[in-house]
């Protein structure tokens, strides 16, 4: 099971830093993604990374302010946020996928709870 964490308000400018960490079992043989829904939108993907800390992948909305990091022997992938907007606002989701990373959901498993982002203007 994967579960979100670092969520809160924060100003338009400001920074996040979101921690997703597995507990029960180990997901460093796995890509995880991070995903945002905001209210009466669809779930959308925002970043993910391969097993390795490779291959790193950003939606061009997130592109240059959004970084997606991992820490294997501490089985935590991290989503540092910076510039944020007020655009950002959003539930933020973290989940696995096979070895490389990819932006399709339906690839995507053991979906967290979310952790939510409000970014006030």
């Known amino acids: 099971q994967l579960a979100e964490s670092g969520g809160g308000l924060v100003q338009a400018g400001g920074s996040l830093r979101l921690s997703c960490a597995a507990s029960g079992r180990t997901f460093n043989n796995y890509a995880v993604g991070w995903f945002r829904q905001a209210p009466g939108k669809e779930r959308e993907f925002v970043a993910a990374i391969g097993w390795s800390g490779g291959n790193p992948y950003y939606a061009d909305s997130v592109k240059g302010r959004f970084t997606i990091s991992r820490d294997n022997a501490k089985n935590t992938v991290y989503l540092q946020m910076n510039s944020l907007k007020p655009e950002d606002t959003a539930a933020y989701y973290c989940?696995?996928?096979?070895?490389?990373?990819?932006?399709?959901?339906?690839?995507?498993?053991?979906w967290g709870q979310g952790t939510q982002v409000t970014v006030s203007s």
């Open positions: 989940a696995a996928a096979g070895v490389f990373p990819t932006v399709s959901r339906g690839s995507y498993h053991d």
